[in-house]
């Protein structure tokens, strides 16, 4: 198993930036296939972007393509979000995941590993 914890939350206006960081522990961070989800109340858990265990190849739900960039870096074991031009609908706790191996996913069934999640706010 790999532990995760998220942090970079917070309170940004419209059009603001945040930068999520996931720092992972345990197991060998470069096996994994790492994911980024979201939350808001009342809705699914959503996909948001997800990176190969290399950092070469990276996805984007349309919803953020352009504006949301997610990285990694194998040494620090840790993973970033970087989340521009933020708008009112991307308010969410934010999670990250992983998933053992190559393959990724969209769906959030497929990850086993979870973080504890941290709160994005975006005020208009």
């Known amino acids: 198993q790999v532990q995760l914890v998220e942090s970079g939350g917070g309170l940004v206006q419209a059009g603001g930036s945040l930068r999520l960081s996931c720092a992972a522990s345990?197991?060998?961070?470069?096996?994994?296939?790492m994911g980024w989800f979201r939350q808001a109340p009342g809705k699914e858990r959503e996909f948001v972007a997800r990176?190969?265990?290399?950092?070469?190849?990276?996805y984007y739900a349309d919803s953020v393509k352009g504006r949301f960039t997610v990285s990694r870096d194998n040494a620090k074991n840790t993973m970033y979000l970087q989340m521009n031009s933020l708008k009112p609908e991307d308010a969410a706790v934010y999670y990250c995941?992983?998933?053992?191996?190559?393959?990724?996913?969209?769906?959030?069934?497929?990850?086993?590993?979870w973080g504890q999640g941290t709160q994005v706010t975006v005020s208009s």
């Open positions: 345990g197991r060998t961070f470069s096996d994994y296939t």
């Open positions: 995941a992983a998933r053992y191996g190559f393959t990724g996913s969209r769906d959030p069934n497929e990850y086993d590993n």
């Open positions: 990176i190969s265990r290399s950092g070469g190849s990276t």
